[in-house]
DNA sequence: TTGAAAGCGCTAACAA
DNA sequence: TTGTTAGCGCTTTCAA
């Protein structure tokens, strides 16, 4: 009996995948005897092996997962939390945590928070009890009730430090270090930072860099905010921002600056004439704006990659994994949102 | 002992969850006493319910699935099939059919195919066997491989029809219709339809519909493609489109009218003022192009939600779904990137 | 109303 | 080298 003939009995009842017991049957052995010659070919006659593996194959055999899960905890699947699955920012994150879990033969489960606590709380515990690790991309979570939850699975940190687990984060000194730089050589000598959300880590550790490479460079940075880190959050920033606007703005991400610049421009104010806008991250509206957006571009695959193998490696051993998050290097991509300033010394 | 002294026992050692027997241990009673109190509140004394309930709320239990999963087959697992996460189109269905599997208790696993069938099939038969159902949102599997599949697991297909297998389209017909009536109420005669990818099921539907919407209305649709259905696909049609281009263009998706968009503005051409530009889907970055993308509006979390929905029905009642595909209304959003011709009769 | 026991698919440990 | 057995966490019989 082939897999085909299997896999279509009668018509409607769909048909079971088979258990390591029919192939066991229809090979003659043991049930163990194929879990051996399956995982661990060393350990088992070759011909048998040979014979065990081309019945298993016949048959379409997969190994369920839950049968072992069971017994050792192993499910090989792993959790990603983001905060929005439609924020453009996860995209990339998404899929470099896909892919390196699924090189690693692991299953990626995606709880999305949709901007609730509430919901990614019960999303997060009904997955928490399948999975094998969790990576927090995004999270409501205080710092505590991830140190609750990294006791209990191994948990990845993204963008935020919390002492104790495992971290990914961007060198954002160096990023706000390149954004001020650029506007500096464009003649501009004082800025303006849009903040993200307050409770934001990343905006914190962003505003805190920008300040000092600013006072480094000579160049005047004043902070407005917190706004949303969208796009709507933008367009309020910008209809906050009365009179003339600032001659070169720097947002918390690029969202919000794409925002900022769309209603700018509505308003008549142009772009890079009138006002420099930075933003970060590099997400991929960034390119597709007119003009494109000079933004502090992250590694946002690579992060996510990081952070998959990070997981896979405190799995293994969760003391080697634990200390300083590691750092990821960031580059400014120049693009036509930024240009030399024009106006001279306006309040 | 309460939950949070057992969630942090020595220190670096991950404490276990607790199961159904510690909670049984705890408060005196059976597992299966337990069960019942937590699964079937009907059957159980009310004093020990009570008692039960309070012992396991205690001790954080949570029913781990992977128990009665691997006696029933029910994991509370979906698995939502996307040939790339990052494509914009996928967000609002992910995050559609995320909140509906997450509403019914099931946690979402996403499949990532990376635009290759070998990875989507390697992805696919991991998940295969702890999965419930399946979305194929995008998938490069053929009809019969997916009517193979379906005889194993419930499973819906998004933009498709699969004979014999349940699924959710767009009213594809509606959309072209209105596209063509907008560009003909804007004085167009003649339109190019720039197709996608040729495998693609959507493609053919639309440009059928569109030519006999145009037929009907007295214009003239002519195609040109097929291209991939991307940004940069966009440009390499613009680059093709030689010459003076269209007064109309209707793109296969947003993303090709994008690239299309971008790459003829850059080359001179006056978006709407010498070229009309529509697009389908209302993706994310449609309104955030300048000028903003006219598009046929598809209902994207409704689609994700609703093939969710349909799956947890053919998990009830796998015949009763069958049929015909459920099909969404569509509306057409008029940004700027269409307006009344200006040339007449070039060629 | 409650408890005891069996069994889901699998593999590790023990026997042969 | 191979087979037998037990047990992971849970629910569902079957008995009491």
Redesign the interface.
């Known amino acids: 009996m082939t897999a ?1 003939e299997r ?2 009995p009668g018509e ?1 009842t ?4 088979p258990t390591i017991y029919d192939v066991a049957k229809a090979a003659g052995v043991a049930a163990s005897t194929v879990s051996r010659a399956l995982t661990r070919p060393g350990r088992v006659g070759a011909a048998t092996a040979a014979h065990v593996r081309q019945v298993a194959a016949d048959m379409g055999y ?6 072992p ?2 017994r050792t ?1 192993r ?3 792993l959790a990603l939390v983001v905060s ?3 924020n ?1 920012f996860y ?2 994150i ?2 470099g945590a ?2 390196a879990a ?1 090189e690693a ?1 692991f ?4 709880v ?1 928070a ?1 901007e609730s606590g509430r ?1 990614e709380r ?2 997060l ?6 999975i094998e690790g969790v990576i927090l991309a995004g999270t409501r979570m205080s710092d505590s009730a991830i140190g ?1 939850m990294a ?4 948990v990845v940190v993204l963008n935020r430090d919390v002492p104790g687990v495992p971290g990914v984060v961007l060198d954002n000194a160096e990023g706000a270090r390149a954004a001020v730089e650029h506007l500096v050589s464009l003649g501009h000598r004082s800025l303006t930072y849009v903040a993200g959300p307050e409770a934001s880590w990343v905006d914190g550790v962003r505003w805190h860099n920008l300040r000092q490479a600013a006072a480094d460079l000579g160049c005047r940075a004043t902070r407005t905010g917190p706004r949303a880190p969208t ?1 709507a959050g933008g367009r309020e920033a910008a209809d906050a921002l009365r009179g003339t606007p600032p001659t070169a703005i720097v947002a918390y991400n690029d969202q919000l600056a ?1 925002g900022l610049m ?1 209603a700018l ?1 509505n308003r008549g104010v142009r772009v890079p004439e009138d006002t420099s806008i930075v933003g970060f991250d590099n997400v ?2 960034a390119q ?3 003009p494109g957006l000079t933004t502090v571009a992250a590694p946002l695959r690579a992060q996510g990659r990081a952070a998959a193998n990070a997981l896979l490696a405190a799995r293994e051993n ?2 080697a994994v634990a200390g300083k998050p590691r750092t990821l290097p960031v580059k400014l991509v120049v693009r036509g949102s930024t240009g030399p300033v024009r106006r001279t010394g306006d309040r």
């Open positions: 085909a896999a279509v409607g769909p048909a079971k995948p997969k190994a369920n997962p839950l049968g899960g069971l905890g499910t090989s699947m929005d699955v439609t453009p995209a990339e998404i899929r896909q892919s699924s033969g299953i990626l489960v995606l999305n949709q919901i019960e999303n515990e009904r997955a928490l009890p399948t609750v006791k209990q699975r191994p796009v794409i769309l421009q991929y509206p597709i704006v007119t969760p003391e």
